[in-house]
């Protein structure tokens, strides 16, 4: 019932910024915890950035100074605003969101909802 729509992704060069946006849909309750995993090939997947419902935020040390996450709670949607992109950064990025966790739990553990997944590609 309940579903994360994920929008956004494509082909940047390196140096250039992506705006990724996560709706969820179905369901009359607020996600406490939201946040962006992402998977190389050949590499296991990774939790890039959370978001709590008050506006408390987790960042991966690879990210910090560069990617923004930020929610609006009144559309139920998740954003990750990526700058000074770099060739390592490509991956296929998934919308995650949790109900009840603390941000803590959350960024150890993850959350059971799950986007389809939006692909990001940095290259010249």
């Known amino acids: 019932q309940v579903q994360l729509v994920e929008s956004g992704g494509g082909l940047v060069q390196p140096g250039g910024s992506l705006r990724l946006s996560c709706a969820a849909s179905g369901s009359i309750f607020m996600f406490n915890n939201m946040g962006w995993y992402r998977q190389a090939p050949g590499k296991q997947r990774e939790l890039v950035a959370a978001i709590t419902s008050g506006g408390n935020t987790n960042y991966a040390d690879s990210v910090k100074g560069r990617f923004t996450i930020s929610r609006d709670n009144a559309k139920n949607t998740v954003y990750l605003q990526m700058n000074s992109l770099k060739p390592e950064d490509t991956a296929v990025y998934y919308c995650?969101?949790?109900?009840?966790?603390?941000?803590?739990?959350?960024?150890?553990?993850?959350?059971?909802?799950w986007g389809q997944g939006t692909q990001v590609t940095v290259s010249s």
């Open positions: 995650n969101a949790d109900r009840l966790r603390t941000l803590d739990s959350y960024v150890r553990v993850g959350g059971n909802y």
